[in-house]
């Protein structure tokens, strides 16, 4: 079982919906929870940073952290065609230390 | 803008040659940088933690003689491939922490190497 599970979709909404991807993991010990978007032939984009459960918001996005049931979330309110792109989800035990990522969701918004 | 800079960001060369690749981080000290792989529609796979000052730590099944990994000062690794074949073709990721800080990684914007 990966110590990390992302679904890859891929995931086709159309533009102006609410998307919603999500990741469970198995290591309680993760605490610092990450989101990124990566488009095409790019390095990744850090989108959002979370440190323990809660949530935590920018703009149209939305980050949750659920620790009790080893389960995070990131919300896309309004989707664009240029939200289309593969979403990340990251983990990590300390800060700066390596980090664990899902397999990735990729993204279509259709205008 | 951009708190770490790869280069270059794509490079084509015949098999047998050693391709050397950089990362550096711009506008802060970075005592460890993480060197990633990524095939396509897949996730990045860590090959290596690069250490300031030290040997880098290699993950299993990553062939230290291949992938050579210098981390010379506080900005600055470098990934060789050393006598790249086609299979080595891929895209090379690397990020680097803030040291001493809890703020998250930022990645360089990635290198695809294919090899003829």
């Known amino acids: 079982q990966k110590e990390v599970e992302q679904d890859p979709g891929p995931l086709s909404v159309p533009e102006g919906a609410i998307v919603s991807l999500n990741c469970t993991y198995s290591n309680s010990a993760f605490q610092y929870f990450m989101w990124y978007r990566q488009y095409s032939r790019k390095g990744p984009e850090l989108l959002m940073y979370t440190y323990s459960s809660g949530n935590k918001e920018d703009g149209r996005f939305t980050a949750q952290v659920d620790k009790s049931s080893k389960y995070i979330s990131l919300f896309i309110r309004d989707s664009q065609p240029s939200d289309s792109a593969t979403y990340l989800c990251?983990?990590?035990?300390?800060?700066?230390?390596?980090?664990?990522f899902g397999e990735g969701t990729q993204l279509t918004v259709n205008p | 803008g951009a708190v770490v800079s790869q280069h270059p960001s794509w490079v084509i060369c015949k098999s047998g040659t050693s391709v050397k690749i950089e990362c550096r981080s711009l506008?802060?000290?970075?005592?460890?940088m993480f060197w990633y792989r990524q095939f396509p529609k897949q996730s990045l796979m860590l090959m290596a933690t690069?250490?300031?000052?030290?040997?880098?730590?290699?993950e299993q099944g990553v062939e230290k003689d291949k992938f050579l990994i210098n981390h010379a000062s506080l900005t600055l690794s470098t990934l060789t491939v050393t006598s790249a074949h086609p299979e080595d073709s891929s895209f090379y990721i690397c990020?680097?922490?803030?040291?001493?800080?809890?703020?998250?990684?930022?990645f360089g914007d990635g290198t695809r190497l294919s090899i003829l």
């Open positions: 990251a983990m990590t035990e300390t800060s700066g230390s390596r980090l664990t």
């Open positions: 506008d802060f000290q970075a005592t460890t």
């Open positions: 690069s250490n300031e000052g030290s040997k880098a730590t290699y």
């Open positions: 990020s680097a922490p803030r040291r001493d800080s809890n703020q998250p990684q930022h």
